[in-house]
């Protein structure tokens, strides 16, 4: 692939408005579980109740995204965009001036899934502008602005501690506006936008069998990047909090840690999608999928360092995110013309991943057994499992759509 001619072959602008649009909603979509650590506090929860709290964001946006996947198809994604945005203010405003109870929250969060609906649209609008040689990079760098996240564990914390979690809400709507003003400017759909369809047309694709496979599939990637996002902040503190341990850490400096897995998981998305224009997809995903099972169980040791807890989760969040890239190099290829409603049930099913994860296996293992191991052994064993069926149906993929003729690598 040449990279010098990448900025030729599409819309810049667009690419740059949907990486804008992406970031600051992923920001917004995470702000609970950035925040977790002084809701918690406030209304003293369980180990389950904290786990529902922070994925409940999650499942708001795996229902919201299949929505907004057939909105972007019918309008347009600079038009769904644009009242994605308009629509997520709501919820920051109930978060700032309520959110007095956790029914509120949780109610708040599930709104907030309104922001997570935003990967649906801007990589619709990315994927549309660029020919197929250069799919993974496009997809990578606007699927980049999942570095939001890093927005909020960073700076969601710090100012919590300073101004209050409830205002934190209302501060996250000022840089919503200004990405809402940039994306009007900038964003542009491409000319080969399909003609609208009905919507039992777009559901058909649910009968297609590759649809099930990739959403499986994202649901370990993009699923374990959001779901761990959301609840490390919990789980380093459990661990390394200065509540469990004298001299532990303090829920400003969890923040920062979290922070450093969620930047590894974000920037190393487009690489992925980059390695994955170069040398396949599919090949690319066994080796990462086996990384993040062989870091899951070794996550599951606990090690007293939380140096070398860093290091695995940095590296178990990099090889998701890489995943995310990887992936979506694939999935245009296979659904090129329902790429916005493809996009919408395959991110829809890696939001309901990353709910099931802190919601199903994390947070209620925890208050069953009192400690991490065992979520985290469960955790690597379904990757496993899901490694050896990607290898399975992929090699049925090579045989079918996935050829050497096709002109791109897989």
């Not at 199903?360 to 009192?370: D, I, M, R, S, W």
């Amino acid at each position: 692939m040449d990279v010098k001619n990448f900025r030729k072959a599409g819309h810049f602008p667009s690419l740059l408005s949907a990486f804008l649009y992406f970031d600051v909603s992923f920001m917004i979509w995470v702000l609970c579980g950035a925040l977790s650590l002084y809701i918690t506090k406030d209304f003293n929860l369980t180990d389950a109740q904290k786990a529902t709290m922070v994925a409940i964001p999650t499942l708001g946006g795996s229902i919201f995204r299949i929505p907004m996947g057939i909105l972007a198809d019918r309008i347009g994604s600079r038009k769904a965009g644009m009242i994605g945005m308009g629509l997520t203010i709501l919820p920051l405003m109930w978060g700032w001036l309520g959110g007095t109870s956790l029914s509120q929250v949780q109610a708040l969060g599930f709104l907030l899934g309104i922001a997570g609906a935003s990967f649906a649209v801007s990589l619709s609008l990315a994927s549309r502008w660029y020919p197929p040689q250069y799919q993974g990079l496009a997809m990578g760098i606007a699927g980049a602005g999942n570095s939001g996240t890093a927005l909020a564990t960073f700076f969601g914390p710090q100012l919590a501690a300073k101004f209050g979690w409830h205002n934190v809400f209302g501060l996250a709507i000022i840089p919503l506006l200004l990405v809402f003003v940039a994306y009007f400017l900038m964003a542009k759909d491409a000319p080969n936008q399909p003609a609208p369809k009905k919507i039992r047309d777009y559901l058909a694709v649910l009968k297609n069998i590759d649809t099930w496979w990739f959403s499986i599939f994202y649901a370990i990637t993009f699923g374990g990047f959001v779901g761990f996002s959301s609840y490390f902040s919990i789980f380093f503190y459990d661990v390394y909090g200065d509540q469990s341990i004298e001299g532990g850490l303090t829920r400003v400096q969890i923040g920062y840690l979290v922070t450093i897995t969620v930047i590894a998981g974000s920037f190393f998305r487009p690489i992925g999608g980059y390695i994955a224009d170069r040398i396949g997809g599919m090949k690319f995903m066994l080796v990462l999928y086996s990384v993040v099972c062989m870091c899951a169980f070794a996550v599951s040791t606990m090690p007293s360092s939380f140096m070398v807890m860093l290091a695995l989760t940095s590296i178990m969040m990099a090889c998701l995110g890489m995943g995310n890239g990887s992936i979506f190099q694939i999935v245009p290829q296979r659904f090129s013309k329902e790429i916005g409603v493809v996009t919408g049930i395959v991110g829809a099913a890696g939001g309901l991943g990353g709910f099931l994860l802190p919601n199903n296996v994390l947070g209620p293992l925890k208050q069953a057994t009192g400690s991490h191991v065992t979520g985290f052994i469960v955790v690597a064993s379904i990757v496993l499992v899901v490694t050896l069926v990607f290898y399975a149906v992929t090699r049925s993929w090579r045989k079918d759509w996935a050829t050497a003729d096709s002109g791109v690598n897989f």
